[in-house]
């Protein structure tokens, strides 16, 4: 198993504190957002870590040195994350999580997601339903849709980060390839959803219960400081 950590973007909701570096290396505690996740995958077993770079790329490699591995994907300013994963197609060979750059989450989150055997296990909270973040739709203990859901037919929200195993990234690959002349501005989620839409068996991880953030803005990465004791 291996572990893909998107941290292409510019993270431009938290500008200018991200103006000279990406915000996966922003200071949570006494470590940065990638320090955190590099360290708990590597405490669950996992030690193929790959990070797919783009936005100020040279300060997360000066960063990581060669603890990990990198791919660069240049087009980070105009495309979102479905051609990003496109870009490194490649390496989903294998059974692997795939998380953004901007998460903190409780490491009983991750220990739990490793169990699962499913094609696909997206992690969701249905403890409330957020407007900023990713909503899904649940029923029958599967995932409907998401990413693409109404706040009317929402139960939750994905937190940003999944286990898909080797079968579920073939046809991830082959949902994307039908996708990937246009949609530029989409979420590799929305390949997920195409998927589930059609009736393909996608599962979840329900973390209500657990601590996470996603830090989109300088108000969230604020708050998370405030709180990181609750994630030690």
């Not at 938290?14 to 570096?21: D, E, F, S």
């Not at 940003?160 to 590799?188: E, F, H, R, T």
Request: charged share 25%; hydrophobic share 40%; with cysteine.
């Amino acid at each position: 198993m291996k572990a893909i950590i998107l941290a292409a973007g510019k993270g431009t909701r938290l500008y200018p504190t991200t103006l000279n570096k990406p915000k996966g290396l922003l200071e949570i505690g006494n470590e940065t957002i990638l320090d955190r996740l590099v360290r708990q995958f590597r405490d669950s077993g996992i030690n193929d870590i790959l990070i797919v770079v783009g936005y100020q790329k040279e300060v997360i490699i000066n960063h990581f040195g060669d603890s990990v591995r990198y791919a660069y994907y240049k087009d980070f300013s105009s495309t979102n994350n479905l051609h990003t994963l496109w870009s490194i197609r490649d390496e989903l060979n294998e059974d692997v999580i795939i998380s953004f750059a901007d998460l903190v989450l409780d490491n009983s989150i991750l220990i739990d997601l490793i169990k699962f055997k499913s094609d696909f296990t997206m992690v969701i909270d249905t403890s409330k339903v957020l407007e900023s973040t990713m909503r899904v739709s649940i029923a029958d203990n599967l995932i409907k849709n998401i990413t693409t859901t109404s706040i009317s037919e929402a139960n939750g929200n994905f937190i940003g980060i999944a286990k898909i195993n080797k079968n579920g990234c073939k046809l991830l690959i082959n949902q994307m390839s039908s996708m990937i002349n246009g949609s530029l501005q989409d979420y590799y989620t929305i390949a997920i959803d195409n998927l589930a839409r059609a009736g393909t068996i996608v599962n979840y991880l329900d973390v209500k219960f657990f601590k996470w953030r996603e830090i989109d803005t300088l108000d969230e990465y604020e708050e998370v400081k405030n709180i990181y004791n609750d994630f030690l």
